[in-house]
């Protein structure tokens, strides 16, 4: 590692991009033709080895930042002159169908492309900055399987109360959390579920993340007037069984989602809402009424993303009188061993592999509509999802951290979640 810039205090990872870096130290071709789609070519494969999500090119006030975006952290692999940087923004910019010269204000486009034995899927944003034009470009390989609820990190218990929510075929189910929580990730594989079904299945998103046999979908376009709602109550023409929104982001398509499901159609969703019991603030803030959301809403989903240690490198220790502490505050006794990060050639130094989520379940009674109806807050709602057993995404947290899945460290800095079912019983 080194530091390359010396009013840039990011670190370079090289190990995060050998092949790049290889390209790097590659001579020009006769007659000085850059090597762009080359090096190009080099950290897209790179990108897939590492299965980063995202390629950043960031141009700075001495040089050119490559950054990709792993396990949901940014890791700096490369710094090149600016004339270098400028030509790989070219190249994206080609790649991708956006105009090739200066821009003045962002724009957006897309690509196909096969990389290293994956096929990639590129989404692909430039914006125009004081250094020069910034990429940002998100990779989807859609070579990969979509992921079964198993391999998720769900909880056994909780796996087969949605794997029995299709057979009810009414109801709103609804996945929560924050950008970048994996939301989109967890509906893809309910569908996965539902492909096997006699079942009409459409899907309303922005964009198509993944195409998938046997299931009509269709892609939100507001430059030709097509919005969330319009395209719902399309949708819904077409006698659906099961209809997938991709967010419910305004009040317009909460209220279509939640009259489809009212009136008998099983929809699945996802909400920016902090936990499971929050989805029924966040309709509230959408403009619904009670009785609307009390009458559709049939199971949220809350969830994160955290970073899973390396098997290869991880090491235990009994844990310090810090670690003790944030136990006892958490109102929890600590584990005899905890987990932590050590960094290894297998993880490229960085301590993890991949990443697995925290997940907590709420399936409504008629106790929890009833409390909706009669407007009860956040604390009411959330005791009697305790009482019905809802396993908290802190329960959770800390199942995977006495597993030695995760590490303590990790759950820390998730803060919202670390004490939030503390001196729960009553």
Same mark, same amino acid.
């Given at each position: 590692?080194?530091?390359?810039?010396?009013?840039? %205090?990011?670190?370079?990872?090289?190990?995060?991009?050998?092949?790049?870096?290889?390209?790097? /130290?590659?001579?020009?071709?006769?007659?000085?033709?850059?090597?762009?789609?080359?090096?190009?070519?080099? @950290?897209?494969?790179?990108?897939? *080895?590492?299965?980063?999500?995202?390629?950043?090119?960031?141009?700075?006030?001495?040089?050119?930042?490559?950054?990709?975006?792993?396990?949901?952290?940014?890791?700096?692999?490369?710094?090149?002159?600016?004339?270098?940087?400028?030509?790989?923004?070219?190249?994206?910019?080609?790649?991708?169908?956006?105009?090739?010269?200066?821009?003045?204000?962002?724009?957006?486009?897309?690509?196909?492309?096969?990389?290293?034995?994956?096929?990639?899927?590129?989404?692909?944003?430039?914006?125009?900055?004081?250094?020069?034009?910034?990429?940002?470009?998100?990779?989807?390989?859609?070579?990969?399987?979509?992921?079964?609820?198993?391999?998720?990190?769900?909880?056994?218990?909780?796996?087969?109360?949605?794997?029995?929510?299709?057979?009810?075929?009414?109801?709103?189910?609804?996945?929560?959390?924050?950008?970048?929580?994996?939301?989109?990730?967890?509906?893809?594989?309910?569908?996965?579920?539902?492909?096997?079904?006699?079942?009409?299945?459409?899907?309303?998103?922005? %964009?198509?993340?993944?195409?998938?046999?046997?299931?009509?979908?269709? *892609?939100?376009?507001?430059? /030709?007037?097509?919005?969330?709602?319009?395209?719902?109550?399309?949708? @819904?023409?077409?006698?659906?069984?099961?209809?997938?929104?991709?967010?419910?982001?305004?009040?317009?398509?909460?209220?279509?989602?939640?009259?489809?499901?009212?009136?008998?159609?099983?929809?699945?969703?996802?909400?920016?809402?902090?936990?499971?019991?929050?989805?029924?603030?966040?309709?509230?803030?959408?403009?619904?009424?009670?009785? *609307?959301?009390?009458?559709?809403?049939?199971?949220?989903? +809350?969830?994160?993303?955290?970073?899973?240690?390396?098997?290869?490198?991880?090491?235990?220790?009994?844990?310090?009188?810090?670690?003790?502490?944030?136990?006892?505050?958490?109102? /929890?006794? %600590?584990?005899?061993?905890?987990?932590?990060?050590?960094?290894?050639?297998?993880?490229?130094?960085?301590?993890?592999?991949?990443?697995?989520?925290?997940?907590?379940?709420?399936?409504?009674?008629?106790?929890?509509?009833?409390?909706?109806?009669?407007? +009860?807050?956040?604390?009411?709602?959330?005791?009697?999802?305790? /009482?019905?057993?809802?396993?908290?995404?802190?329960?959770?947290?800390?199942?995977?951290?006495?597993?030695?899945?995760?590490?303590?460290? *990790?759950?820390?800095?998730?803060?919202?979640?670390?004490?939030?079912?503390?001196?729960?019983?009553?």
């Amino acid at each position: 590692m080194a530091l390359s810039a010396r009013n840039n %205090p990011r670190v370079i990872e090289p190990r995060l991009a050998p092949r790049f870096q290889a390209m790097l /130290r590659t001579l020009p071709l006769p007659g000085g033709e850059p090597r762009t789609n080359e090096r190009a070519e080099a @950290l897209l494969a790179d990108a897939v *080895e590492w299965k980063a999500s995202d390629i950043h090119i960031e141009p700075g006030a001495e040089e050119t930042r490559i950054r990709l975006r792993m396990d949901g952290l940014v890791h700096d692999v490369a710094a090149v002159p600016h004339a270098s940087g400028a030509q790989l923004v070219a190249f994206f910019k080609t790649l991708s169908g956006i105009d090739a010269t200066a821009l003045a204000h962002p724009e957006h486009g897309h690509a196909r492309l096969d990389v290293a034995g994956a096929r990639l899927e590129l989404r692909t944003t430039v914006a125009p900055t004081v250094d020069g034009e910034m990429v940002g470009v998100r990779l989807l390989d859609t070579s990969r399987p979509v992921r079964a609820l198993d391999e998720l990190g769900i909880a056994e218990a909780d796996q087969k109360r949605l794997q029995a929510w299709p057979a009810m075929r009414t109801g709103l189910l609804v996945v929560c959390g924050p950008v970048g929580a994996g939301k989109t990730t967890t509906l893809y594989s309910l569908l996965h579920q539902l492909q096997s079904l006699p079942s009409s299945i459409v899907t309303v998103e922005d %964009p198509v993340e993944r195409r998938l046999d046997g299931i009509t979908q269709i *892609e939100v376009n507001s430059r /030709r007037g097509l919005n969330f709602p319009e395209a719902i109550r399309a949708m @819904l023409r077409m006698d659906p069984d099961f209809l997938l929104v991709g967010e419910i982001r305004d009040p317009a398509s909460a209220q279509v989602a939640v009259t489809a499901a009212a009136t008998g159609l099983a929809v699945l969703s996802t909400l920016h809402a902090r936990d499971a019991v929050g989805a029924v603030a966040a309709l509230r803030n959408q403009g619904l009424k009670n009785w *609307e959301i009390g009458d559709a809403l049939e199971m949220c989903m +809350a969830q994160r993303l955290v970073r899973r240690l390396c098997l290869q490198c991880r090491t235990s220790a009994a844990p310090d009188d810090v670690e003790g502490a944030w136990f006892q505050a958490a109102g /929890r006794v %600590p584990p005899s061993l905890l987990w932590h990060p050590v960094g290894c050639d297998a993880c490229a130094g960085t301590g993890f592999d991949s990443r697995i989520g925290l997940f907590e379940l709420w399936h409504l009674d008629e106790i929890a509509r009833q409390l909706i109806l009669d407007g +009860a807050d956040g604390a009411a709602l959330e005791k009697q999802a305790w /009482r019905q057993g809802m396993v908290t995404l802190a329960d959770d947290a800390m199942a995977k951290v006495t597993a030695g899945v995760i590490s303590l460290s *990790e759950v820390r800095a998730l803060g919202g979640i670390s004490h939030s079912a503390a001196g729960r019983k009553e």
